[in-house]
């Protein structure tokens, strides 16, 4: 069981659900970190076996309940698909583990309210896979911002755009409703925008107008497991598709200032590619996140600025997220560790009193923007972010 | 007068109206052709008369009409302020000149209806300024697209941001509703965006929902006049504005394609940037005003593409509007050459039978895309196109 | 004949020789300007005839000689194959007339000495058309070098890259050392490089280091004449080919400061990419010539800096080059305007006392260098660059 | 001791010799492959003591002898100054333990070939860390090379800039001969070039021709030790530098390619900046270490193309070296995470015949390519690289 005195992060032990590839970055970051990963559990036993296999795990855990169950367990690392996120934090929370949870956080917004209060309850850590925020360039601006250093924010614009699922023989868990939820894009991977711009604006989106579109109404799933972003052959079977594939939506910030987020799982060309400007009354900072070592400040009456991902250059919160001297660029696994480097030094009982990673708070807010988005589609009219008191 | 007889491009006669500094670069993309222009005219004459000289022109005309009046004139360029496009160019097309009108082509679409109708009944040329249709790459990509490039045109996103209003220090005629429009920043360079997608994808626009705002709700006036993108020094007034600094826009297109348009005055540093993205259902485009010569090409299956503006790579309307080999870049001031090329063909009874340029239609249409955005606004609702067969 | 009196520019006449498509950019930036260009002289009397009409110019001259009989023809501008520079610049000259050339000025540095003598004793307007110097930013940053804005010039680094002659089967006329000289890629294009960062640095090239290569021996020449940039089809020749097609190149700069420079006409895939930085002791920078528009700026100890060519934040130089406002990108043919319109200054008896256009003793300078990197390439050692006091 | 019967990576044992920022990159590459790094040895064994706390590793060794004595310890890393390598390694062999070394791996190459014949008489694994060679895009480059995706390699051209010893106040043990060398930016980063290129296009340098200079004669070293990459303030003394900060040279590979490489540690603005480019007779490749994850592929007669580090599209090479999905972007660290995995599977007694990692035999073949450099940039003429058969 966990504990929240001061120890040492080499005894803090991890175990990881989900055996997809964003499960090993989990069991990486981990082991970067001196984190002694029990093991790895899956829906298929079988996958799971074969996974600790080829990362050199201790043997795969039985079943989820056989996880609870091992005592070196403190934290919990959910990576299964979005339907198993409510159930399994549940009783990770109940069987008194810390909790680090793949967005979005559950399938409703009911369900993520439940977590904060249990969560909250319970007084163990819990936290949201928003790795992006822990970009080092992202954690700086986060602090630029808040310190004035853009003037008041007005306008967030930006994209996400993919396209993995470009094609109608493309398949993936993520199609249906009842794994993945109803909103699929947005879900996905509008989350994380519009979680990283609130982040760095220190902005809740408290308004959205969002236009929705299946531009694939019928895919061909094939007729075993399909792993995320690999493709498969085989024979397959056609299937009704009620997920978009796109969405365009206007947002509105609480301090007045307008946003606009494209969203998109089939451009062509865009593998993953996340975007966005946000332009303030002095200045305007922009970055992408395939370039995410650099951020680009735009000035009236001097030259634009490139920021690199320098830790001389970088303030507190950006110099503390970096792990590589400037020019060592660092990618998309070295977030991940950054992220648990806090969540963890809270298990550990030693993290900052603010905590500085987000909590199921904020995967539980997430849900109630991504809901307003599918209000507000459906009835195609602007739908209030409703957040009750 | 002018006639449609074919003629020498030396023998027909232009002058411009307008004193700003587009009307220069109309004056010599002009010149490049080999047109002579007459004379120019200002609203003010001694401004005219000081630009006639700067410019090495004739002497510049006393007033409109007394430029109408010069037999030598076949073709009228406008480049007055907006509140003016309207009767100068009625009073053009009375006159038996042929017109290029800068866009926005007039203050409301009952007025561009009327011209279109006015136009169509002279015979005459008539042509709006929508000069980015030709950069080349744009050009290219247009023929590109409709002969299925990309496929199936799904998402049109991007935006088109400047910064000179940046400041309440800025100030400019277009910020007077009276003489720039209700509309300011949507109409003067969202009409540019709007446009060269619906021209580019061969889709119109046929339905909005925008969110509009003045973040800079009261501007200094300096007392004597400004030039567009130029500073002043000197005493001011407080001016309430009005018009809108910023607009986000969801789009839909006549194909069914969603589209996402972010518009903007006040980002700083972003000196004058329009970027689109196309995504279609088998490949996409995107291309950056200030990179006009490069266009990239997203793919699935293979690597994408960046497409050099090499005339031996081009198609037949990419080629035809390039006007250096590749490698030797062209930029804002060549693509009024190559309209104007189009246009004076069409003067001189050369051009193709389906005019290849932009024309009054084209503005018309323009205008009811730009009210259909303001209806938009008003309402917060989503606000169809009224096209009236 | 020219006289140095202050008069309009529309009374100064020029004529063009050479019918390619530098040809043509000339002409144009000669009327952009508002100066009358009288004619054209072909080495083919045909094609001037040709490229007369494309143009709407007046009647071609029959002849370089009836060209510089006519009396309003002030100033010639030389685009003919290099080994007509100097007899044709020689001749002008002597008929009394301002002379623009192209580079090289000459074949050799004993012609281009003597050219500048006689240029000298002639009190005319000499000019070598090294038109990237006036790309605006190229001269913010001229500037901006002289007033210490780098600290000392240390490392000059850069390449200049085309693929038009990469394939076997393209021709040109500078491929024959008889037409264009026994250097070919350097005199061509490292010319360019050369003299633009010397220029920019303020420093000579005093030393050089150079080996040359010729990787395609023998080249199908076709039957028939061939354009710059252009492809042809059709029977062919065998041809011996000795002048390189790649140079590397080490240089060392009057002050000390080190260079290194990359010639090549067959790297597939640039087209015509230019592109060096300049490290000083404090700052440096790096220019591009496909983003001409844009100076990057390196720092130690704060963010890099991109410097549009926005007129507000440019020097003097800069500023007095620019022709568009910010974000209006220029281009290759905006070069050719901004250089004549110092010349033709100069012409008009307007211009500075210390001439902003680089001169005949510019090209000889750079004859010079050229010589001394083909001594360098055939001893296989360091060549010193000879200038005699 | 190790042995080279297939057994599982868990049951490998590392040290890493060394306590800078490189040590800890060896340190959490290891841990994720599941490699257990039994401990640090480090020249201080305060620091050492030290590091192993901040990264939670067991206990610090008291020296490299009981590092060298635990015979849980099967591989050995050196990361520590240059100077030691060279006896480390020695000693690390004669003990049984496979070695990485850091480049340069030693001072000389007599050292150099020492170590190449003591590794291949101890059949131990032996490697040199030249890492960049395993960011997938450059894996990908070498087979798409090698099958002749560029045809036959012609001119290999780009830089090494670095800004970290810009100022007379910057210091590291590296400014210093007897611990560093007698060459200094050429043996630090301009190796990583070279052996990159030569790796990439399979060819050897065979010539070169250098140009060395220091620009800060006098530096300023601090009293106390000082990491690379950090900075110090406190009392310093003046020491005169004899090591160049900055290279320019010409290159010859074996196949007859030109090759020009600038290499400069004082170009400011540039943290960390590797750049190449490879003209082939029938395409060209361009490559930034600042964008690892994407390949310039450039073409005649068709556009251009960037490939994206997407495992779909790589070859056998690269998609072996890939460790996440396209779109998420690796960095300096997994470049690592992959050449270990190549080595540790030759340890383990399960890789390929051929070795697929860099060896000692390379590092040696770069001592002698560095020593051509000094030796040319001596005598200022061209130099072979002297290889013994």
């Known amino acids: 069981m966990a504990s929240r005195t001061t120890r040492p992060i080499t005894e803090i032990g991890a175990a990881v659900v989900g055996t997809g590839f964003i499960g090993e970055v989990h069991v990486e970051a981990l082991r970067r970190l001196g984190v002694p990963v029990r093991g790895v559990v899956g829906s298929s036993h079988a996958r799971a076996v074969e996974r600790a296999a080829s990362l050199a795990l201790p043997p795969a855990y039985e079943s989820f309940e056989a996880m609870l169950n091992d005592p070196r367990v403190d934290v919990v690392h959910i990576t299964s698909p979005n339907h198993l996120h409510y159930p399994q934090a549940k009783a990770a929370l109940a069987a008194g583990k810390h909790v680090i949870c793949e967005k979005p956080l559950t399938m409703t917004s009911t369900e993520s309210g439940e977590l904060v209060r249990l969560a909250q309850a319970s007084g163990l850590v819990n936290a ?15 602090q630029f911002v808040r310190e004035g250093g853009l003037g008041e924010v ?56 969002a236009d929705l579109k299946t531009f694939i109404p019928i895919r061909w799933q094939p007729a075993g497991p399909v792993e995320t972003f690999a493709r498969t052959a085989g024979p397959t079977t056609a299937r009704t598709i009620t997920t978009e594939d796109c969405a365009t939506v206007l947002l509105r910030y609480e301090n007045g200032a307008l946003g606009s987020m494209t969203i998109s799982q089939i451009s062509a060309g865009r593998r993953n590619t996340l975007e966005f400007e946000i332009d303030g009354s ?12 650099e951020l680009w400040i735009g000035h009236r009456g ?7 991902r320098d830790p001389s250059l ?37 993290g900052p009193s603010e905590p500085d990673y987000p909590r199921f708070a904020d995967g539980h807010d997430s849900m109630l923007v991504c809901e307003a988005v599918a209000r507000s589609a459906r009835r195609g009219t602007w739908a209030p972010v409703v957040r009750v008191a």
């Open 128 to 142: 949201v896979n928003f790795n992006l925020r822990f970009y080092p360039i992202c954690r700086h601006l986060h």
């Open 154 to 209: 007005r306008l967030v614009s930006g994209h996400y755009l993919q396209d993995w699922l470009l094609l109608d023989t493309d398949w993936n868990w993520r199609l249906e409703p009842e794994l993945g939820g109803n909103l699929r894009a947005v879900a996905d991977i509008g989350s994380h925008w519009m979680d990283l711009t609130s982040h760095v604006t220190g902005q809740r989106i408290v308004s959205v107008m």
């Open 282 to 293: 002095s200045s305007a900072a922009a970055w992408n996140s395939e370039q995410p070592d």
């Open 302 to 308: 001097r030259p634009n600025e490139l920021l690199p």
């Open 314 to 350: 970088l303030n507190e919160e950006g110099r503390a997220t970096a792990g590589l001297p400037a020019g060592h660029n660092e990618g998309f696994a070295d977030t991940f560790k950054a992220l648990y480097r806090s969540v963890y030094r809270a298990v550990a009982g030693d």
